[in-house]
């Protein structure tokens, strides 16, 4: 196993997933949308996470993402890939998939629906950490899965696994945070969601956490980029600060609907053709495209980012 890990840091956006008008995964769109976030900063990208609209999608397409994805990004920008299936068994597949593919890691979350009890999760994550040879990146997301992964089950796995090298936190709790990165004194990176409901970018990073792994990214990554570097110094803190309550509209709007239906819908108004979510995840109505659209020309975020 090498020793030589991605560790991630800074701001890692959780990238939509482009379909086409038929409703097909877009694969023209997507290196697109990766070339735009290597040009505007982003430190890393996160593929097939709740984001990226992974229950949707068929093993086929999550394979196809995983092998286009992984050459395209390549030299360009690290890339994790959401591998969580249903079963162990299928997602060691495809983590195997991603680890022969060259890949800069996977990421997991708890199974959904299946609720396991915390012995289990940590077999889970074990037998896949152990079977792979590329960084894992734990994604703790108790409001999507039901359960929460406890702190204690976290520092046992970053005891127990050498490649696991990030957990990505989506609670507002900021105790789980503070265990966590006690718990595990550094050895994991510690990002958290940047969901403007659980405001825990600051307190992350006021803590010694290392970054977000974020959604509002897609469509404002130098913000993000900047807002999420760890702090060194008083300067760090005042930046995110400031970014942090200058963008929190924008944040506020990206969340305004199910994850990714709003952040989705600001995505194809800035002018890439992604598509709406699949079914039953709903389009928006232009009553409910309002809002966003206001945003967007509040911000002037088109005009920001040279896409007009």
């Not at 162990?88 to 009890?117: C, R, S």
């Not at 089950?153 to 970053?158: E, M």
């Not at 300067?235 to 200058?246: A, I, K, N």
């Not at 929190?248 to 609907?257: C, G, K, T």
Request: with cysteine; charged share 20%; glycine share 6%.
């Amino acid at each position: 196993m090498s020793e030589v890990f991605v560790r991630p840091e800074g701001s890692w956006v959780a990238l939509v997933t482009p379909f086409d008008s038929a409703g097909n995964l877009d694969s023209d769109c997507f290196k697109k949308l990766v070339d735009f976030q290597v040009t505007n900063g982003t430190d890393g990208l996160l593929f097939m996470g709740s984001t990226g609209e992974s229950p949707s999608l068929s093993m086929e397409e999550r394979r196809d993402i995983i092998v286009e994805m992984t050459a395209y990004c390549r030299g360009k920008i690290p890339a994790f890939h959401g591998v969580t299936c249903s079963t162990t068994k299928a997602t060691l597949e495809l983590a195997t998939l991603a680890d022969e593919q060259g890949a800069d890691g996977v990421m997991m979350v708890v199974p959904p629906y299946i609720a396991p009890p915390q012995s289990a999760i940590f077999e889970y994550f074990k037998t896949v950490c152990q079977s792979i040879s590329i960084p894992v990146a734990l994604y703790n997301n108790p409001a999507r899965v039901v359960v929460n992964i406890n702190p204690e089950t976290i520092i046992r796995l970053a005891q127990a696994c050498p490649n696991l090298v990030a957990d990505k936190e989506a609670v507002p709790n900021v105790a789980q945070l503070a265990s966590v990165i006690d718990g595990t004194g550094g050895k994991l990176r510690v990002l958290c969601c940047d969901a403007p409901p659980y405001a825990i970018t600051l307190p992350t990073l006021a803590m010694g956490g290392h970054g977000t792994a974020n959604v509002s990214g897609n469509v404002i990554p130098k913000e993000m980029a900047e807002m999420s570097r760890p702090w060194k110094g008083w300067d760090d803190v005042l930046r995110s600060r400031s970014l942090y309550f200058e963008f929190l509209p924008v944040m506020e709007a990206a969340y305004s609907h199910t994850n990714p239906v709003a952040v989705k819908a600001m995505v194809k108004l800035m002018g890439f053709p992604v598509g709406w979510p699949r079914a039953p995840l709903p389009e928006l109505t232009a009553k409910q495209l309002q809002p966003l659209e206001e945003v967007i020309k509040r911000f002037e975020l088109k005009k920001r980012y040279g896409l007009i």
